[in-house]
């Protein structure tokens, strides 16, 4: 196609004074960063980025800008002088080279440069009219034209296009500051990792591990989704906290009610990632949690497991229903990892039944058999922090079992 820019539509730019700047700088760079492997020239505007082709492939500049969070839309634009007759032959040459059955099309012109003499209607009855003299294919139908041809006239220039294709929206990473992720090898977390970036929430992720309980290929399937989630980030990287969690998992089977372990291992989770969240100086939790999918999921359960936190405790995927969060787990390229069989600290031990109901002076005291607080300790000294490149080939299962012992060199 003659196509020869993309022209890319930011979100939400009410946003005013220093947080719009903010806004674009990490905009600008985010998009820098996804298509420095492409030989393109990038124009920063202040309402929009023009990235010029230089003969590059469209469909692999798309791609990359599916990884950009802060992009409402974009579309494939050419871009000619604001000169009349050069409009009306590029639009024919487009319009001849789209549309080679019969069609009905209509023109829509935007005009942000009210220096040029024509009004928008009158620009585009003069440009319709051209193209359909010379274009036997065409009829016109402004109610539900078959194709639309978008006339953009802006600063010298006139930018043509058809389609306009919808982009993750949102922030852009980081221009909300960092949030810790609870992340487990399941669906939900990394899912709700994903929404947190695209609501400009930069990301660090802590893992319960609980290996050799666990399998290694366990805490891989986690180092593999922190790669897909790198994609999203502003340095495509993301520090991945592993926790050696056995022992405080262990101690807690053997010490607490049955009815109160899945209760109990929350709170001791919560208690580590609080204190990691401050050391690294993120500003929230997230997680996967939802209303009411399983016990340690109901309301008044996570009153009894929030307790133990002072941080505010993000859960975006608390309304959203299965399916959906399968679609944008599919999306994100997530979902055949995550549904890889290897069992995590949740699934090695489900009591049969659960509290549904725990409170929050019952878990105090059952948590007075066992020295957690010097468990905690040990284990968050023992945490090893890795940094995880979105093409990193780090590969946990050749290691051998421990993954702590493993990691020790990182
Ligand atoms: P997921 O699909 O993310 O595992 P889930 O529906 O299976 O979620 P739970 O297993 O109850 O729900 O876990 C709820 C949330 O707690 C997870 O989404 C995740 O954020 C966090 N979590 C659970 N297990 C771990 C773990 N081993 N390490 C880190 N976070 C965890
Ligand atoms: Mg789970």
Redesign the pocket.
């Known amino acids: 196609m003659m196509y020869d820019q993309i022209l890319i539509r930011f979100g939400d730019l009410t946003l005013k004074g220093k947080n719009q700047k903010e806004f674009l700088k990490r905009l600008y760079a985010l998009i820098h960063l996804k298509l420095k492997d492409f030989q393109v020239t990038i124009e920063n505007t202040h309402d929009r980025v023009y990235i010029h082709l230089n003969q590059e492939d469209p469909q692999k500049i798309l791609k990359q800008l599916q990884y950009v969070s802060g992009i409402s839309s974009y579309s494939l634009v050419v871009r000619c002088d604001l000169d009349l007759p050069q409009i009306k032959t590029t639009a024919l040459h487009l319009m001849k080279e789209l549309v080679t059955t019969p069609m009905t099309f209509k023109v829509e012109t935007k005009r942000a440069n009210k220096e040029f003499p024509l009004t928008s209607m009158e620009v585009t009855r003069q440009v319709a009219g051209y193209v359909l003299a010379n274009h036997s294919d065409l009829k016109v139908d402004v109610h539900r034209p078959q194709v639309t041809l978008h006339l953009e006239i802006k600063g010298n220039s006139c930018y043509l296009y058809n389609f306009e294709y919808k982009a993750l929206g949102g922030y852009p990473v980081g221009v909300a500051g960092k949030g810790l992720l ?3 090898g ?4 990394p899912v ?1 990792g994903f929404l947190a970036m695209k609501q400009g929430i930069e990301i660090e992720c ?3 591990e609980s290996t050799p309980l666990t399998s290694i290929e366990s805490a891989q399937k986690v180092v593999d989704l922190v790669k897909k989630l790198a994609g999203y980030s502003a340095t495509d990287q993301i520090v991945l906290h592993l926790v050696p969690f056995k022992e405080i998992h262990m101690e807690l089977l053997d010490k607490v009610p049955e009815s109160y372990n899945i209760t109990i291992m929350r709170r001791m ?1 919560y208690r580590i990632a609080d204190l990691l969240a401050k050391k690294r100086h993120c500003l929230c939790l997230i ?4 209303v009411g ?2 016990a ?2 109901t309301l008044q359960s996570m009153v009894t497991i929030n307790s133990v936190t002072n941080l505010p405790v993000l859960r975006p995927l608390c309304t959203y229903d299965k399916v959906d969060i399968i679609k944008l787990s599919t999306q994100i390229d997530c979902y055949e990892l995550s549904i890889r069989p290897f069992e ?3 699934t090695v031990y489900v009591p049969k039944a659960p509290a549904t109901a725990p409170k929050i002076d019952k878990a105090e005291e059952y948590e007075k058999a066992f020295d957690y607080e010097s468990l905690i300790e040990k284990a968050v000294s023992e945490t090893k922090r890795i940094t995880i490149d979105k093409d990193s080939d780090l590969d946990l299962t050749g290691l051998g079992l421990e993954v702590r012992e493993v990691l020790k060199e990182n």
């Open positions: 609870m992340l487990s399941g669906i939900d977390s709700a802590i893992h319960f989770m997680n996967g949690e939802s999918q399983v340690s999921q995590d600290c949740c």
